[in-house]
């Protein structure tokens, strides 16, 4: 099976920068998603990295290490609105993705 | 743009009923998916389909079947439901099987009693 590792829960203050850990251990690997979900909400994509290195968008960037099963997610100039749920998600190569449990970070005022 | 539409958004069911949640997407995708969502759990696959006419069996697919008439409908039934399957439910699509990426329906919070 798949077994994709994250924090259960961050709290940070607004202005400031989290940084969410996934580590990963899958059958195949063919790029590795971030999700943001919202409370009652669904998921929307944030990042995709197939390779290794930095992908910057704005406030978020998501980093890949394929060697050592990991990426990180990391929001800068944190805003109350990013409040969520951080979802990790490998798609194992046969087309499916597979998700960690999710991050809950709370930003604090 | 509707995208993924899936129906009926809230439902609470007796245990042992059948039950049907629809979904439709308007996104002409090839592959479609059916994740039920947990606390402390995630996302966790329960069928999918490549293509139309084609399906296949997920995570944790016991207790639930599904079907692709064709590409915009993928039904998800549940022929007789327990109370472990109170959950909610999220369709989602995807145009690139290369990468992978989701686009997710609104959920459906199902409550088996």
């Known amino acids: 099976g798949q077994n994709i590792d994250q924090p259960t829960e961050m709290t940070a203050t607004e202005g400031a920068i989290v940084q969410i850990n996934c580590t990963y251990q899958?059958?195949?690997?063919?790029?590795l998603f971030w999700y943001q979900q919202h409370a009652g909400e669904a998921p929307t994509f944030l990042s995709y990295?197939?390779?290794?290195g930095l992908e910057e968008k704005g406030r978020f960037s998501s980093f890949l290490s394929r060697s050592k099963g990991y990426s990180y997610l990391l929001l800068k100039e944190l805003q109350m609105k990013d409040s969520a749920s951080y979802l990790c998600?490998?798609?194992?190569?046969?087309?499916?993705?597979?998700f960690g449990a999710g991050t809950t970070v709370t930003v604090r005022a | 743009i509707a995208g993924i539409t899936q129906a009926p958004t809230s439902q609470i069911l007796a245990a042992g009923r059948r039950m049907t949640l629809r979904c439709t997407q308007d996104?002409?995708?090839?592959?479609m998916y059916w994740y039920r969502q947990d606390l402390g759990l995630g996302l966790r696959l329960i069928h999918y389909?490549?293509?139309?006419?084609?399906?296949g069996k997920g995570e944790v697919p016991d207790g639930y079947s599904v079907s692709r008439a064709n590409t915009d409908d993928f039904p998800l039934t549940l022929a007789s439901a327990v109370p472990s399957q109170t959950s909610v439910y999220f369709c989602?699509?995807?145009?690139?099987?290369?990468?992978?990426?989701?686009?997710f329906g609104e959920g459906s919070r199902l409550t088996v009693l």
């Open positions: 989602a699509s995807s145009s690139d099987t290369n990468t992978g990426e989701l686009f």
């Open positions: 899958t059958s195949g690997f063919n790029g």
């Open positions: 990295n197939v390779l290794d």
């Open positions: 998600a490998v798609n194992d190569g046969d087309y499916k993705l597979s």
């Open positions: 996104m002409r995708h090839n592959a």
């Open positions: 389909s490549n293509t139309a006419g084609t399906t």
